[in-house]
């Protein structure tokens, strides 16, 4: 079965870096693009941008253009997103995901399974 | 960027009653258009994708419709497991978007 594993929680104080994983499991790693979305306490769902495992390539959102860095480590089936000059703001529960498949959805997109969740916490 | 937005925020409802939340985009995204539940501490799940496929494994009572700007999504008879906070995303452009939520609470 298809499985998103993320790992634990962590405080960081302002001005750091954080590197988020997402282990994956159960499907071809290299075949499905994964997404990161994040959600402030109490608040929405915000997407981050994606990577594709196959190729490396990435698409930021441009809110987060300069502070994050999506990766992969094909060997290990994991991906990875580093945010950088964390501020208070940036406290929030991040979420990798995967992207459908076209042989299942065509060209919709839709994010059909998701981690767990990771806190990231940004606190003096 | 497309705004999506949802109505109502928040809506309180008992077992058994029809539910109806919508879903309008600043612009068209054709259908590129899914739905998601999200319970208190657990990651959000596809309910619905391109405007009015059911997920595999997704209870019928569950449907989703339109295309363009205004989309809805539809629970013929709500079930106690099913007070939820529901989002809309488009996948039309970049960056992605999501409506701010409606919370389906219990009468």
């Known amino acids: 079965q298809v499985q998103l594993v993320q790992s634990g929680a962590v405080v960081k104080k302002p001005g750091a870096s954080v590197k988020v994983s997402c282990k994956t499991s159960?499907?071809?790693?290299?075949?499905?693009?994964i997404h990161w979305v994040r959600q402030a306490p109490g608040q929405g769902l915000e997407w981050m941008g994606w990577i594709s495992p196959n190729s490396g390539g990435t698409n930021y959102a441009q809110k987060f253009q300069g502070r994050v860095t999506m990766t992969r480590d094909t060997s290990i089936s994991t991906a990875y997103m580093e945010l950088s000059r964390l501020r208070s703001a940036d406290t929030a529960l991040y979420y990798c995901?995967?992207?459908?498949?076209?042989?299942?959805?065509?060209?919709?997109?839709?994010?059909?399974?998701w981690g767990q969740g990771t806190l990231v916490t940004v606190s003096s | 960027d497309i705004q999506m937005t949802q109505s109502p925020s928040s809506l309180s409802a008992s077992v058994g009653d029809r539910v109806t939340i919508t879903c309008r985009a600043s612009q068209t995204i054709n259908t590129y258009l899914h739905w998601f539940q999200q319970k208190p501490g657990k990651a959000p799940k596809l309910l619905i994708y391109?405007?009015?496929n059911l997920q595999s494994g997704i209870p019928s009572r569950f449907s989703g419709s339109g295309s363009g700007t205004d989309f809805t999504l539809t629970i013929s008879s709500l079930q106690p497991e099913d007070f939820a906070t529901y989002y809309c995303?488009?996948?039309?452009?970049?960056?992605?978007?999501f409506g701010q939520g409606t919370k389906v609470e219990i009468k």
């Open positions: 391109a405007a009015s």
């Open positions: 995303q488009q996948t039309y452009s970049i960056p992605w978007t």
């Open positions: 995901a995967r992207e459908g498949g076209g042989d299942v959805y065509g060209d919709s997109r839709p994010l059909d399974y």
């Open positions: 159960g499907y071809t790693f290299t075949d499905y693009y």
